[in-house]
């Protein structure tokens, strides 16, 4: 038994060796992933800007541009017309050229071509007289530019100088792997008229939009200055992944929030300004309202505040194709669409004449239709001319907080309409959900529940109905000025 004992306790003590030999190793390999992880993670993280920067900087340039502003004729801004003194500033010598004055501006930009195509902003060179472009030192100085083309749309403008066998960059991948939140990123350009410069930092944010229509900015923390509009924001490939447009700063200055256009925007409208001078954008030929959470109850089959709403179709690509006030456009070219920003950026950077399967949302069922894409330069402005706006009061029957009025003759002088059919909104209570959602008296509602009114007992009719449906809400089609936009009001219990 003692013996029996013994052995027991020596398989135990050589099993608790076993264990422990076991964690060590065990702990040792977890250290050596652990270091092997660390090292990657240094390994990605550059010591070093520099050789990036020697590599693409001979295909950055500095440009000047100058322009003639004309002079005044008295002395405005000095003192105020009729002034006692206004005979002894007119009697000043102004100098030969009467007050006109040549005004010189700095920016950035690069090249995208061996035989000189290079990019910058619009703003860089707009009303420009000369542009002068300066090369890396080392390079041509003073080179005359001639410009190409530009798009005010996207700030963008493309110039070209007469040389051969330039340095050239060329455009990365700016969506969500190219240049991905934290990534790092160098910009490059001309900085308060200091001459090429280098600064680094990460991408801070993707997808932002500023005031443009297809704003698609990477926000960066790389110092950006006035001087540095133009000029290229590279990715560690030595990639242009944005051009260098905006900041936001309360005194002028760089505090970390630059503003650069993605490439996935400016490759196409580069494209287009230089093979034909301007930019050339498909066009649906639709009118479009985000669709908001207060409007999915009102929408039968839709789930989520999601697509774009269209209020409005005339003659033209989409009404070809089928297309009615009050689709829920939720698939273009294959694409799913979130918002109507994400809708006018792709079908902007579709080629014009191109056919789109586009799928929408239509009173509960999904409709697949397919558009031939127009020319947004071309056609916007005659399919939309420019609307008139509003006016003041009358009054007759009240539903939703809304005083309501079939379209009279006098009533169309009054709110100066462009409809003939609907109902006028001719009062409004200031309490109601209808004024907190920006309804005016002159609005009006044309459809209610996506079926048109021209007469009270039709809209009281489609309230009805939605409220028996068991709707929480309805939506109404208003139009101002000729302007269509949706509206969801809540049904009173």
Known sequence: MKSQAIAIQHQQTRSRRLIAALVTALA???????????????????????????????????????????????????VPDGSPFEDFFDDLDRGPDEGSRRSSAL????VISDDGYIVTNNHVIEGADEILIEFYPGGEPGVPAELVGTDPNTDIAVLKVDLEGLSFVEFGDSNAEGARVGDWVMAMGNPLGQGFSVSAGIVSARNRALSGTYDDYIQTDAAINRGNSGGPLFNMDAEVVGVNTAILSPNGGSIGIGFAMSSAVVTNVVDQLIEFGETRRGWLGVRIQDVTPDMVDAIEGLDLARG????????????NAGMLAGDVILNFDGIEIEDTRELVRIVG??????????????????????????????????????????????????????????????LTDQFSLTDDTGLVITAINPESEAASKGLLEGDVITEAGQEAVATVDD??????AAAEAGRKSILLLVRRGGDPRFVALVLEE
């Open 28 to 78: 040792i390999a977890f250290a050596m992933v652990l270091a092997q992880v660390t090292a990657a993670a240094a390994q990605s993280r550059p010591a070093t800007f520099a050789d990036l920067a020697e590599q693409v900087s001979p295909s950055v340039v500095n440009i000047t541009t100058s322009t003639t502003i004309a002079g005044r004729t008295g002395p405005q801004g000095l």
């Open 349 to 410: 950077n579709s080629p014009v004449g191109k056919e789109v399967p586009v799928a929408v949302l239509r009173d509960g069922d999904m409709a697949d239709l397919t558009v031939v894409l127009g020319r947004r330069e071309t056609s916007e402005a005659v399919a939309f001319p420019a609307s008139t706006e509003e006016s003041e009061e009358p009054e007759q029957s009240e539903i939703l907080g809304l005083s309501l009025s079939e379209i009279t003759p006098e």
């Open 107 to 110: 920016g950035s930009g690069f």
């Open 459 to 464: 809209l009281t009719a489609q309230v009805e």
């Open 308 to 319: 774009a709403l269209v209020t409005d179709v005339p003659a033209g690509p989409a009404e």
